[in-house]
């Protein structure tokens, strides 16, 4: 529940599917730049916009 996603209102349709599909694929992404969790690679990269967008390279 890192990002709050319990309080989150995306309760109708398709949305909560495609925002777990999201979670995962940001996971994925972090796990594979060395992170071990969402909440470290957070809080490394808070303040470090041109790394976090070299994750969409």
Known sequence: MV???DGSSL???NAPANFAIVRTIA???FRH???DS???G???L???LPMLFSFFQ
Request: proline fraction near 0%; charge should be positive.
């Open 3 to 5: 990002l709050k996603e």
């Open 11 to 13: 309760c109708d349709g």
């Open 27 to 29: 996971l994925n992404r």
């Open 33 to 35: 730049h060395g992170f």
């Open 38 to 40: 969402i909440t470290q």
């Open 42 to 44: 957070l809080r490394r």
């Open 46 to 48: 808070a303040h470090d």
